[in-house]
């Protein structure tokens, strides 16, 4: 999708501007957005917004100096001071020996079809019967005594880039949401639970009743829960839960981080980090991603990626910066808002599925511990260390018994990632995505017995 010509020409007239007034080189994005979201509960409207908002970034450089300023103020004595601003800013701030835009011939001008825009915006009227359907369907399942409320939204952002390389380019992406939270029980004994779904397109989204029921059942199901026994058991981790993993292994890998020495795979580069089969697939040109896009924050090529191949770690995640820094080439993964600099970022990031189904997985396992929700954040990014709150199941003799609360489950991620396997349950929903994971080898922590 090319940019509008409005936006477009505001792009180059201020970048014209900052030229004329002595930039060295500039970029500037401009992000136009909409929203609407209703929530509800017990029936009752509790919200309903709309939100617009039009956000313009401006990078200025001179020489090693760069500095950013934003605006939501598009007139031309707004822009005209915005240009003064960001010149006086980078005369002064240090110098960044890595800053810089990108060459000319590492541009790209591929604009791939990703159909991540769906032109039907809904009513007002149509997300709050997705969330009445919705909070109705979970309300209905026996044992659910309340409801923290239903959620329904859209939103639609117009991204455009412009720089002084020569880049220029747009694209929409747009977003619908549906989820609900209920409780089961009654005064101390409550348990809470949820569902949502969450599409590019309206027609995607997977229907309010289903995604209600689940949320009452999961609730539900939850009631009457024991603090394990402590000792090391298999680990098996709800894709909802799993998609975790992938996050801290993207920290790991991101390329500022290995740039300042400050991640615990640093020197991993080529080696096996994972067992053997593992891959892990980044993918901005998914159809219909929720990450999707067809240029990163640079105007460099985005591309389908397998950042993990049969277990090898392959690359880092690389902007221009962090690619100067450790003297490799850019990855095309930079990312950025209007306020500040760019970064690498992962777009659709998922593990490839494995050949087990999640119930064969589990029916393997003689003692171990399904994990559906995680507390805290207890993750050292630099040695690896891992140690959170955690919720699920108890496995006994390959079977989910009885609900778990008030567990903690510890281990180091290098040892983890090792002893990781997917199951074949693979969807995408987050924009990060994993399988059912089974991990060998952690320690669950409780007081029971």
Not at 317 to 346: E, M, Y
Not at 397 to 425: Q, R, Y
Request: net charge negative.
């Amino acid at each position: 999708m090319t940019a509008t010509p409005d936006d477009a020409s505001l792009l180059a007239e201020l970048l014209k501007s900052a030229a004329a007034a002595g930039a060295e080189s500039a970029d500037a994005i401009l992000v136009r957005s909409s929203a609407l979201s209703h929530a509800q509960r017990l029936g009752k409207v509790e919200r309903l917004e709309r939100e617009e908002s039009d956000d313009l970034g401006l990078r200025i450089l001179l020489g090693q100096r760069q500095a950013i300023v934003s605006t939501t103020d598009f007139s031309p004595d707004a822009l005209s001071a915005l240009v003064d601003r960001a010149l006086a800013m980078a005369r002064v701030v240090p110098e960044d020996p890595y800053c810089g835009l990108a060459d000319p011939q590492l541009l790209t001008s591929a604009r791939p079809e990703l159909d991540i825009f769906d032109p039907e915006e809904p009513s007002a009227e149509t997300l709050i019967e997705r969330a009445r359907s919705c909070e109705e369907a979970a309300r209905a399942v026996a044992g659910v005594t309340n409801s923290e409320g239903a959620e329904a939204g859209w939103s639609s952002s117009r991204v455009t880039l412009a720089a002084s390389n020569g880049f220029a380019g747009s694209y929409a992406v747009t977003r619908h949401s549906l989820g609900v939270s209920v409780l089961a029980g009654e005064g101390l004994e409550m348990e809470r639970d949820y569902d949502f779904s969450s599409t590019v397109h309206g027609s995607d989204l997977e229907s309010a009743e289903e995604v209600g029921r689940r949320a009452g059942e999961r609730a539900v199901k939850r009631l009457n829960p024991r603090k394990p026994r402590t000792g090391r058991v298999p680990l098996v981790f709800d894709p909802r839960v799993a998609n975790g993993m992938l996050r801290h292994f993207a920290g790991a890998i991101n390329g500022a981080a290995i740039a300042r020495g400050t991640s615990f795979l640093k020197e991993r580069l080529g080696e096996s980090v994972f067992a053997k089969g593992v891959q892990i697939v980044d993918d901005p040109h998914r159809p219909r991603g929720p990450r999707s896009r067809p240029f990163d924050a640079e105007g460099l090529a985005t591309s389908r990626q397998a950042l993990v191949e049969d277990g090898r770690l392959t690359t880092w995640l690389l902007d221009l910066a962090s690619a100067r820094q450790l003297n490799l080439a850019p990855t095309g993964h930079a990312s950025r808002g209007v306020s500040g600099t760019p970064g690498p970022a992962t777009s659709n990031l998922y593990f490839a599925p494995g050949t087990t189904s999640s119930q064969e997985m589990i029916a393997a396992i003689d003692e171990g511990f399904y994990v559906t929700e995680m507390i805290g954040m207890g993750v050292n990014g630099v040695t690896g260390d891992y140690s959170r709150g955690a919720s699920g199941y108890w496995i006994e003799k390959g079977e989910l018994t009885h609900p778990v609360s008030e567990a903690t489950i510890a281990g180091n991620l290098k040892e983890m990632f090792k002893e990781l396997t997917p199951a074949s349950d693979l969807t995408f929903e987050y924009g990060t995505d994993s399988p059912t994971l089974r991990i060998d080898g952690m320690t669950v922590a409780g007081a029971g017995e």
